[in-house]
């Protein structure tokens, strides 16, 4: 610090002597007298005079950064006017004038009172004057001058970012570059070797060097290994003065890290992996995995997995797991502890990419040995077949062998097996099966023509383990026997023409027929059509077999009436060709029908056919609306009788029966409005719904007498009715019921009298109440109460 400190101060000194000896030299190159007689001849002999300026200088200087007790001398201004007597005053106007420089108004001298510095400012532009001091009259016209500020190199250089990132690949050849650094000097490269740089590397050497004028780093060394060492920090210089001593430097740190090529294979870390597998295991699980180790990264360190050799090449897999970089051994198809217990694998592990510069470098692949060791399970049983086939004919007795099932243990065990059907598969239970030798036995006859085929499944599971079970299905086919007698594949129905004798027989059938057979088509077609044998005569009509399954039905007549036969019936017998074969003997109907002159079918109906002969069409018309009019008005007097409200009960004279309604108290009068509402007495009419009758039920039931139900053969309606009557009259059981009204209050100020009967058999009556002794047991108890005075005083 001391000694840049006194450097800085010859500086300024050197500065201050160079400014010094310029500013003389100026002066006496530039400076001139005021005013020069230089004697022209004008015309005439006329002299002429030209004034010259008075004053004349160049730029002047100040060294920057200057720090000594007294002010900077700048420079001195003089006027060659100007006699030293005081009465000339120099003026300083313009950038910086009177706070940075000052001037003297006497001698003209300017001084910089404060400290300047080049990289804020590098010059000044003024205007100096001279003027009559006790007039302030210009004697000089303004000029302008420049004060520059001088350089001296008070800046280090500094970088244009404080650390840098670079990345190179690694194993680089040497000189390959890795990045540019840059540095710049705030001083002035114009003037000296202040702002002149040179980079140098403090750190980092020997993997990196710098190029002194360009900065840019290259590498020094040649395969640079990343996996030995990924990132170096390496300390750039930059200094000043062309890299002399005294120079000013800055310094930068680069980081640089080696970027990854694939330059090293993969290799697994042992040469034999040991491995197990159950036999139980299903194809897909997941055996063991393998990894082979690979220092590069990215894609340069993707490594790919498979089975190049080795006798479980079939029944094992390899796949590749990305994330982890591992090889993961899965089973392909299902192994047998029983048939082999060890399998030996040889797997490849390779890298993805390759890069051809490193090939040399190679072979980018590992091998290792896989060896997968089974191990045994309790496995369940094993059909022999995936399915099963059988055939069994329709309308078999129970009991008929269907077919077998077999399975077995495949463990060493050999445990025994034993069979069940899968009832969900025969809800109908049409078969059974052994449970131990696996017959399938049918329990009822089949029908083909319901289903034709049958699918069941069969469990077969070990004696000693339940949850050891195997499934299999069981087809059943159905075989068809020829047990369905063919018959019209449609209900034919045939017309014929009423015609005179002598027209001849039409060549064209009435109708032609075809049959159906619900049996198998073994049992089926041919079929053969014929008539029975005691009409193979028919006088009417003929069947011709057209021998395709097919028969026409031909008239053997003309002259067909309808007056005198409108219908005919033929039966028509046919046969199918199974064995042995069955028939059946279907009914064809033929109409006769009337027809017009080119065979048109016109009607069939005999009845129309006579009509038309003694009545006319407005007739018929005028007949059948005078029936829609009858059964229209009967319609309407049905839906009126129907809307008519008939009474509940039905007063006649012969019903004797009345409905006893018991009061437990007495009602009230005009002002007993709590115990019921009297509005429903006053307009039973008008009460909106069905108010049900508050009945007792009896709690016991009646038991009728058998002796009065009437003979199931019997036609005499007088008795049945009776019988009736009397049932309903010893059956407590049947409505109606009796029925109870509850009032809770009678009322006050009532001018009726009590209208309850509880009272009436302590009072006198005149009413006569022996008929209740005819009106059944149901009235028994109101007759004793209200019987004749006899019977009270006989009882007394």
């Not at 008075?54 to 100007?82: A, C, K, M």
């Not at 509880?758 to 109440?769: V, W």
Request: aromatic share 8%.
């Amino acid at each position: 610090m001391k000694e840049n400190y006194c450097l800085r101060a010859a500086l300024v000194c050197l500065g201050v002597l160079c400014h010094s000896q310029a500013f003389a030299a100026e002066r006496r190159s530039h400076l001139r007298p005021s005013f020069h007689g230089h004697h022209e001849k004008g015309k005439e002999g006329q002299v002429l005079q030209r004034s010259k300026r008075g004053w004349v200088w160049n730029q002047f200087f100040v060294i920057e950064e200057y720090t000594g007790p007294d002010p900077v001398l700048v420079g001195r201004l003089h006027s060659d006017i100007d006699s030293g007597d005081g009465n000339i005053k120099y003026i300083l106007s313009g950038e910086g004038a009177g706070t940075i420089f000052v001037i003297d108004d006497k001698s003209g001298n300017i001084h910089a009172t404060k400290t300047l510095d080049r990289e804020e400012r590098a010059q000044y532009t003024l205007m100096a004057q001279a003027v009559d001091r006790d007039t302030n009259r210009p004697l000089e016209p303004p000029s302008e001058f420049i004060v520059k500020v001088q350089d001296i190199n008070d800046n280090p250089p500094e970088f244009l970012h404080e650390t840098y990132h670079a990345n190179v690949p690694e194993r680089s050849n040497v000189g390959t570059s890795v990045i540019q650094v840059t540095a710049s000097d705030a001083d002035d490269p114009t003037y000296g070797n202040s702002a002149k740089l040179v980079y140098s590397i403090l750190e980092g050497q020997p993997y990196f060097s710098v190029e002194a004028q360009t900065g840019i780093i290259r590498t020094a060394l040649p395969n640079m290994d990343r996996e030995a060492k990924e990132e170096y920090h390496v300390v750039i210089q930059a200094k000043d003065m062309g890299g002399h001593m005294g120079g000013l430097s800055g310094t930068t740190k680069v980081t640089i890290t080696l970027t990854d090529v694939n330059d090293n294979p993969p290799k697994f870390p042992q040469s034999v992996y040991q491995m197990s597998v159950s036999e139980a295991a299903v194809p897909g699980e997941e055996v063991g995995r393998v990894k082979a180790k690979d220092p590069d990264i990215g894609e340069n360190g993707l490594v790919t997995y498979n089975i190049v050799d080795g006798d479980g090449m079939e029944l094992f897999e390899i796949t590749t797991d990305y994330e982890t970089q591992e090889g993961v051994v899965k089973l392909k198809k299902p192994v047998d502890f029983e048939t082999k217990r060890a399998y030996s694998l040889k797997v490849e592990a390779a890298n993805v990419h390759i890069d051809p510069k490193f090939i040399s470098n190679g072979p980018f692949k590992d091998t290792v040995t896989v060896k997968i060791a089974v191990e045994d399970a309790d496995e369940p049983p094993m059909f022999l077949a995936p399915s099963y086939i059988h055939e069994v004919q329709e309308n078999a007795a129970a009991g008929t062998v269907v077919g077998r099932v077999h399975a077995k243990d495949p463990d060493a065990a050999n445990s025994p097996i034993r069979y069940s059907i899968d009832r969900h598969t025969d809800l109908d239970r049409f078969f059974t099966i052994n449970p131990e030798d696996g017959f399938i036995k049918t329990t009822k006859p089949l029908d083909r023509e319901e289903t034709a085929w049958l699918n069941i499944s069969v469990f077969a599971a070990e004696i000693h383990n339940r949850h050891q079970e195997a499934k299999v299905p069981v087809a059943i086919r159905v075989l068809d026997v020829n047990d369905n007698a063919p018959k019209f594949a449609a209900p034919y129905e045939g017309f014929i023409c009423e015609s005179d004798q002598t027209k001849p027989l039409s060549n064209q059938p009435i109708v032609t027929i075809s049959a159906d057979d619900k049996d198998d088509t073994a049992n089926g077609p041919r079929f053969i059509f014929s008539l029975p044998p005691e009409i193979i005569h028919n006088p009417n009509f003929t069947v011709r077999d057209n021998r395709d399954n097919t028969a026409g039905v031909y008239a053997r007549r003309g002259g067909f009436s309808r007056q005198k036969q409108d219908l005919y019936l033929l039966p028509i017998v046919i046969s199918d060709g199974g064995i042995p074969p069955m028939s059946s003997t279907n009914t064809l109907t033929i109409k006769v029908c009337g027809c017009d002159v080119n065979g048109a079918l016109l009607s069939c109906n005999a009845e129309a056919y006579i009509l038309n002969a003694g009545l006319s069409t407005g007739a018929l018309v005028a007949i059948l609306a005078c029936i829609v009019i009858l059964l229209v008005i009967v319609v309407l007097f049905v839906t009126l009788r129907r809307q008519k409200k008939e009474p509940l009960i039905v007063f006649e004279e012969e019903d004797v029966r009345e409905n006893i309604i018991t009061y437990d108290d007495e009602g009230g009068g005009e002002e007993d409005t709590e115990a019921f509402d009297i509005a429903t007495l006053q307009n039973p009419d008008g009460i909106n719904g069905f108010i049900p009758r508050k009945d007792i039920k009896p709690e016991y039931q009646y038991m009728p007498r058998p002796g009065l139900r009437p003979a199931p053969n019997s036609v005499d309606v007088d008795d049945f009715i009776n019988t009736r009557i009397q049932e309903a009259d010893n059956d407590p059981t049947a409505p109606p019921y009796d029925s109870i009204q509850i009032y809770g209050y009678e009322g006050r100020g009532s001018v009726a009298g009590s209208l309850s009967s509880l009272e009436s058999a302590t009072t006198d009556s005149d009413l006569d109440y022996d008929y209740l002794q005819n009106w059944g047991p149901r009235f028994k108890k109101l007759a004793d109460l209200y019987g004749s005075k006899d019977t009270f005083d006989d009882d007394s």
